[in-house]
């Protein structure tokens, strides 16, 4: 019958659904991180600035992936550009089962 998945079918739409969620929890971790340069400046202005679009970019993480984060997490991370990176890396875990999205990452070495 038209429109009905299979087994199969239904993993695949689910994959993709997870790929398109990490796709964009990779786009607001960088849009935070491109923020700690803006953090560290002497320009208090800059500084206001930043932690306006890291206001919105919780407000999007919450709106946007409610079902991954809670919003008293997403309230709690506004304050810290560190636990909004960290909220977003435990987000991206839930979905994708595996670490953070962090380049820097380094791998766990047992013992």
Known sequence: ???DFDEKGLNEVSGSESAKTI???KKIRLSATMLEIGFKSDNLGEV??????LEQLAAKLQADH???VTPEQ???AKDSLD???ALIDQAFE???GSGPVSAERKPH???
């Open 1 to 3: 019958m038209v429109g």
């Open 23 to 25: 796709e964009a929890l």
């Open 48 to 53: 206001i600035h930043c932690q306006i679009e």
């Open 66 to 68: 409610g079902d991954l």
């Open 74 to 76: 997403c309230e709690a």
């Open 83 to 85: 636990s909004f990176v």
């Open 94 to 96: 839930r979905v994708s």
């Open 109 to 111: 070495i047992p013992g």
